[in-house]
T-cell receptor, first 114, second 115 residues
Framework: DAGVIQSPRHEVTEMGQEVTLRCKPISGHNSLFWYRQTMMRGLELLIYFNNNVPIDDSGMPEDRFSAKMPNASFSTLKIQPSEPRDSAVYFC????????????FGEGSRLTVL | AQSVAQPEDQVNVAEGNPLTVKCTYSVSGNPYLFWYVQYPNRGLQFLLKYITGDNLVKGSYGFEAEFNKSQTSFHLKKPSALVSDSALYFCAVRDSGAGSYQLTFGKGTKLSVIP
């Protein structure tokens, strides 16, 4: 089975530009998480979806960040406008809710905002 | 609130020696505990988990972890380290309650296995 697929793997953009990160979870998984990883703050949960519905977005830094899950096989994380402090690795992870809940992570999208 | 502490930022061990990566946790209910490994420029990979039962849990690549409820610890161990084990290791905890979904990660411990 394919794992969690993220794109792009690397993105370099200029401050003020819109950035869209994409995620395809493992087929059959009904929970999806977006995390951000930085040296200073470690792994931070940004948003959690269950059955395509956002359940907890308390980790989204500010209104510049938005996430959608239009169907069970696709999610996006959008930053508009981007800022240098958004530079990080963004991970998508999926799991099957109702089980013991280990997460399966994608390879990440490394974002650099100049 | 739940939390995880990994007291060592870095652990160095000689190849062939046993290794231990420490983790302590805090959670209001019964814990589900996990270890993940991250290689450079890769995502986190699941290693092993404790849910219930035997306190010694065996996982991938020869790793094991021991759950100690009284010490609220879940240390990762391996009898004989390999150079290829060098990576970043994360401990994580989740409350076992039915409505719980939040997996809280520690800050990670960098393991370096020296040839």
């Amino acid at each position: 089975d394919a794992g969690v697929i993220q794109s792009p793997r690397h993105e370099v953009t200029e401050m003020g530009q819109e950035v869209t990160l994409r995620c395809k979870p493992i087929s059959g998984h009904n929970s999806l998480f977006w995390y951000r990883q930085t040296m200073m703050r470690g792994l931070e949960l940004l948003i959690y979806f269950n059955n395509n519905v956002p359940i907890d977005d308390s980790g989204m830094p500010e209104d510049r960040f938005s996430a959608k899950m239009p169907n069970a096989s696709f999610s996006t994380l959008k930053i508009q406008p981007s800022e240098p402090r958004d530079s990080a690795v963004y991970f998508c992870a999926s799991s099957l809710r109702g089980t013991t809940g280990e997460l399966f992570f994608g390879e990440g999208s490394r974002l650099t905002v100049l | 609130a739940q939390s995880v502490a990994q007291p060592e930022d870095q652990v160095n061990v000689a190849e062939g020696n046993p290794l231990t990566v420490k983790c302590t946790y805090s959670v209001s209910g019964n814990p589900y505990l996990f270890w993940y490994v991250q290689y450079p420029n890769r995502g986190l990979q699941f290693l092993l988990k404790y849910i219930t039962g035997d306190n010694l849990v065996k996982g991938s690549y020869g790793f094991e972890a021991e759950f100690n409820k009284s010490q609220t610890s879940f240390h990762l161990k391996k009898p004989s380290a390999l150079v290829s084990d060098s990576a970043l290791y994360f401990c994580a905890v989740r409350d076992s309650g039915a409505g719980s979904y939040q997996l809280t990660f520690g800050k990670g411990t960098k393991l370096s296995v020296i040839p």
